[in-house]
Every structure is written in C-alpha cells, then in structure tokens.
C-alpha cells in the first residue's frame, strides 16, 4: 500500500477529475452538435469522401437524434466522455462504416467550438426576444407613467423631480444601448470554425466555404490558430456582454426594491409576487427582485472568471477550457431567467400618484425656483444663493409643485419613440429568420 492510497481506482479518479461535468452540461450543446453534424456530413459528400447513400443514411439518424433532444428523451451515459462521443458511438453503432467515418477532417477542438457558436447564437437569439419583451414594457409604462411625478434622488438623497416616465424610460434606453454590445457579440460568435482541427488546418480538401452557408455563418474563422484561440476570448466577450444587461436588469431590481418599502411607497407589487415572514404577518417582501439583483451581480463577475481561466495560456488548445463551460454555459438560463420575471412582475406592479404633495419632498423643487428666476433675468449663481440661504434660514415655500421640462428627453419631452428608434437599431444585422431557415433545412431538406 502507497502512502498517498486513499482507497479507490486512480483510474477511475483520473476520468472523473478530467471528465468533470462533460456529461450534465454537454447535453445543452446536443442540438448544436447535431447541426453540426449534418452539415459536416453534407461537407464530406461535396468532396467526395462519403456516397449519396451514406449521407442520407447518417442524416436521417442525426435527424432521429434530433427529435429525441426536443422530445426531452436525450440522454448523457456514463460509457460516454462528453456530447461528441455520444453522437459518433450513436451513428457508429447506428450504420456502422458510415458513422465512422463522420469524423474525418476535424477534431474535437473545433468541433467543440463549432458547437460553443451554435449554442451560443441560439441562446443569443432567445435573449434578444427577452430583452425586447423588457423593453417594450418600460416603453409603454414610461408613457403611461409621463405625468405621474415622483422624487428623484442623488447620493439618495432627495434631489429634484424625477416621473415614471423619466424612470421607466430610462430603463428602456439603457436596453437599447445594451443590445449594441449584444449585436457585436453575435458578430463575434457567428463566424465558422468546423475545418481548422486541432488548431492547424487538414490535409483533406475541405469546402469550408459550403458548410459556412449550411450553417448561415457571415464568414469563417480562416486562420486555424486564430480559430482555437477564440475559445475563451469568445465566452467572455459575449459574457461581457451579458454582464452590461444584468447591469441594467440589476440596477432596476434595486431600485424595485427600495421604491416598494413602506418608508418610500412609491411602487406597489400583486401579492402573489411577493413573500411573507414567518414572524411578522405584516410582511411583503419582494424577493423576486432581491434574487434578480443577486443573480445579475453574480453575472457580472462571469467575464473576470472566464478571463482568468484564459489569461495566461499560448496559442494551441488546452484542457483548461473545459472549465470555461462551467462558468458559461448556465449564465444563459440564468439572465433569461431574470429577464423574464422582472418583465412578467413590472407589468402588474401599480404606480403611486401625488407622491410629490407630501412636504417632505418641498426641497426638490429649489432648482425648479432657480430657474424661474434665471428665466427673469437674474443670474444664475445669484439666484442659487438667494434660495439657498431661504432653505437655510428654513423659509424656503414651495409656490409651484408643476414642472416645466421641455428639452429632448425631459420630463415633459421623454422622446420615447427616438429611444425606439435606438433599439430597433439595435436588432438590425442579426439575421435571425435567415439563420433559422438554414437550420430547418439542415433539419427538413432532402439530400442529395
């Protein structure tokens, strides 16, 4: 017996410590490696290296494959490392000769990251419906709520009048220019890596160029070293650009949860999307929205842990990128997740009304008592010190609780729909339906 015998297979240890999670989290690359599949298999056809016969044959086995991740009947076994080898053993065992020959001309390198794309741009796609979803809610409730004024605050403290509008809208607009970083991600992501193996190209002729269309990339990866290291710098651009909607997701969350305390009042939640204490009967806690700022933080730290993973490493591919999965792939689920319930609860939280006629809330209207002044003639700093030495002498009197803000993007001028315009500059170049089409092709079509 050896000193450091600790009493179990070494063997056995050594697969599970390297296989890691593989199996539970490659299940979420299925579909992805499927289509990849079908359009590496078609690649082969076109140069010659498996019949018309064969082709068919493995498509409508990866097409049966297929069904089964959607009917939910997919599964992961123990006898298997990881999504690649379950698909080959399947086509393999399958066809025999014809599933052995699927992997020519690639290696798990890039097949992997082929299969990191596709998921990617799927899960891309969904998050853009989510994030429209959020944003056409804050746009309509930002003209609902234009007239309805509330405190506005800085170092929160009270500060000058602020509106629903001006608060949902701002929400809104911080969406539109998150989904730039979004497009550029999807940029980033939609270039085809399948034909650079192991990080140094292959001697079988491939026609890379027709598996690009099959699989509506805009372009390919070309240099095949280039290619492999865009694993790790692709996860954690696109998780960057994850981290810039949680920002804006999480902030909002806080701010749901300060305006619902008793002591603001300022937004109310349906019950039903609320807990209770198990003391305190009084109690309605927004939960939701403390577990959504919770999430969309942890979010945030996402790209620093994939960049530390990746910082260190030369060209080439290393088994540290394994690792990378773990940290990146639940991070979709995740931000969905958080943008689906706060879009589902702010669509029936209720607004407070003349929340500014309460006293407390007199001082935000100095500025607004500045201004009148300035536009009278007197000089702006003048005018400033005169009101404040009112509010310190406490002889300060609100005259006017109206506000008059006509500039673009004021109370009185929200631009909502430039702030449209924004976004819907935003979703243009995603190509989104022509992608989808492709894939039902690889799918549905008839191969020759």
Known sequence: ???WDKG???????????????????????????????????????????????????????????????????????????IHSRVEFFLAGRLGDPGKKIHAGRSRNDQVLLDLKLFTRDRLFS???????????????AGEGKDILLPGYTHLQVAMPSSFGLWFGGYAESLAEDLVLLKAARDVVNTNPLGTGAGYGSSIPLDRALVTRLLAFDDLAYNPV???????????????ALSRVALTVGRLAADVCLFTSPN??????????????????????????ELVRARCNRL???????????????????????????VYLPAFAELDDCLFMTTLVLGEAALA????????????????????????????????????????????????????????????????????????????????????????????????
């Open 264 to 289: 603001f009042g300022f937004l109310s939640l349906p019950d039903r999307f609320t807990t209770g204490s198990s003391i305190m009967p009084h109690k309605k806690n927004p939960d939701v929205f």
């Open 226 to 240: 280039h290619a492999q290291m865009q694993r790790g710098k692709m996860e954690q651009t696109v998780l960057f």
């Open 8 to 82: 179990f297979d070494t063997d056995r240890f050594t697969e599970r410590f390297t296989v890691g999670r593989d199996r539970e989290l490659d299940t979420l690359l299925a579909r992805a490696d499927i289509l990849g599949n079908i359009a590496h298999a078609r690649g082969l056809r076109a140069i010659g290296l498996l019949s018309g016969e064969e082709t068919r044959a493995l498509v409508d086995a990866l097409r049966l494959l297929h069904r089964s991740v959607e009917a939910g009947d997919f599964s992961m076994g123990p006898e298997v490392e990881d």
């Open 353 to 448: 009304r003349d929340l500014l006629e309460d006293d407390r809330y007199r001082y935000l209207f100095t500025v607004e008592e500045v201004n009148r002044a300035v536009a009278a003639g007197v000089p702006f700093r003048e005018a400033y010190r005169a009101v404040g030495e009112r509010v310190q002498r406490g002889e300060f009197v609100v005259t006017d609780r109206r506000v008059h803000h006509v500039h673009e993007g004021s109370i009185g001028n929200l631009c909502l729909d430039r702030v449209r315009a924004k976004f819907d500059r935003g979703k243009e170049g995603w190509n989104v339906e022509a992608t989808r089409a492709a894939e039902r092709d690889l799918l549905e079509a008839s191969v020759d």
């Open 127 to 141: 998050l853009l419906d989510r994030v429209e979803a959020l944003f056409e809610l804050l746009l309509a409730r």
């Open 300 to 326: 945030q730290a996402l790209p620093g842990q994939v960049g530390m993973i990746a910082a260190n490493l030369t060209s080439g591919y290393f088994r540290d990128m394994q690792l990378v999965k773990e």
């Open 1 to 3: 017996m050896k000193l």
